[in-house]
């Protein structure tokens, strides 16, 4: 069932929320301002608003019926197997399935390359991204796997950790509906700390899959060059955070109602 829910939740979630989600890769990536990048997506036009849609639907479906449904699966086993406190259990449950999840990172990384507008000449289709790749080796297919590794885990296991004690503050539910409207809120509050705390990693992870070939640069080295190019300022390097604080809010209330 858990399995079975986390597929349909992300389903919908992508369908909703990928223009949003356009417009944020594009500030991650060149960093502009919302208005740029809105403008910029204008100039692609309406055939190109939905490119690459494919990747991530393939990716966070699956992602997420492993999310939730190996969460309870590694949950049940280490609660079986090690005498320790639940809190602790269910936290490494949350770390090993976002790190199962990174298994598929080769469909995060054909996204990025399919929503940067200096590859649409390259390739058309998720199919034709995958091929180029090919080329290069099954390594470029994992190009940027440590910032989604970093990512993962942590953000997994303060989602799980963190959705009942917030609920619980939240006003007592009486009906399906409350009951509905809370998770949503649960989900949307989570999602939009997440998002935002992990935000200049996605940005790194952005950086490093956008390259095709060349040399695989270490997270802390592209780290430092972003620092270097957004004038080491740390408002530069969270530009685009604002739209990434208000996507998870709707996107996460979504998967978790």
Partial sequence: KHYLCGYCAAFTNIAVTFPIQKVLFRQQLYG??????????????????????????????????LMFGLYEDF?????????APELVTRSMAAVLAGTTEALLTPF???????????????????????????????REYYRGLVPILLRNGPSNALFFGLRGP??????????????????FICGGL????????FFP???????????IGGEFQSFSKVFVKIWLERDRKLMHLFRGAHLNYHRPVLSWGIIHA
Avoid at 201 to 211: D, G, I, P, R, Y
């Fill in 166 to 183: 917030i609920k619980q503050c939240l006003p007592e539910a009486t009906s399906y509906s409350t009951h509905l409207i809370n998770d």
């Fill in 32 to 65: 502009l301002r919302t208005k740029d990048a809105v403008l910029q997506l204008q100039r692609d036009g309406l055939r190109n608003l939905y490119r690459g849609i494919l990747p991530p639907l393939l990716q966070k479906t699956t992602t997420l019926a």
């Fill in 190 to 197: 989570l999602g939009a700390m997440l998002g935002f705390l």
């Fill in 108 to 138: 995060e990384r054909v996204q990025t390359l399919l929503q940067d507008y200096k590859h649409h000449n390259k390739f058309t289709n998720t199919y034709q991204a995958f091929k180029v790749l090919k080329v290069y080796g099954l």
């Fill in 75 to 83: 949950s049940s086993l280490l609660h079986g197997h090690i005498s």
């Fill in 201 to 211: 990693v996605n940005v790194v992870k952005t950086h490093m899959q956008a390259q």
